[in-house]
């Protein structure tokens, strides 16, 4: 059975910085496109970043951009979330998720299997 685990999320100061690990047993990670999702409360779950799995093309939201980066660890089977300049509006539940599409899918609907989640909190 298909298994992920992030880990890493917390309470965080504004302008700080955390690294989400997106960690899978029994399941190659490097074989799929793995994207991260968040979700605060009374909103839609929505795309933050994602990775290919062939070339290592990525996506990033525009909200983003510049703050997050999204990597690969083939060796220790992780994917990482890099946040910094953290803001009080990126607080939700971050997700890993892995598709069975190529490409970057940066859609929800597009990604088969998910972790249970982590919460980070931006507040001071």
């Known amino acids: 059975q298909v298994q992920l685990v992030e880990s890493g999320g917390g309470l965080v100061q504004p302008g700080g910085s955390l690294r989400l690990s997106c960690a899978a047993s029994?399941?190659?990670?490097?074989?799929?496109?793995i994207g991260w999702f968040r979700q605060a409360p009374g909103k839609e779950r929505e795309g933050v970043s994602c990775?290919?799995?062939?070339?290592?093309?990525?996506y990033y939201a525009d909200s983003v951009k510049g703050r997050f980066t999204i990597s690969r660890d083939n060796v220790k089977n992780t994917v990482y979330l890099q946040m910094n300049s953290l803001k009080p509006e990126d607080t939700a539940v971050y997700y890993c998720?892995?598709?069975?599409?190529?490409?970057?899918?940066?859609?929800?609907?597009?990604?088969?299997?998910w972790g249970q989640g982590t919460q980070v909190t931006v507040s001071s």
């Open positions: 998720a892995a598709s069975e599409r190529v490409g970057v899918p940066i859609f929800p609907s597009q990604y088969h299997y």
């Open positions: 029994e399941f190659t990670l490097d074989y799929y496109p």
């Open positions: 990775i290919s799995s062939s070339d290592g093309n990525t």
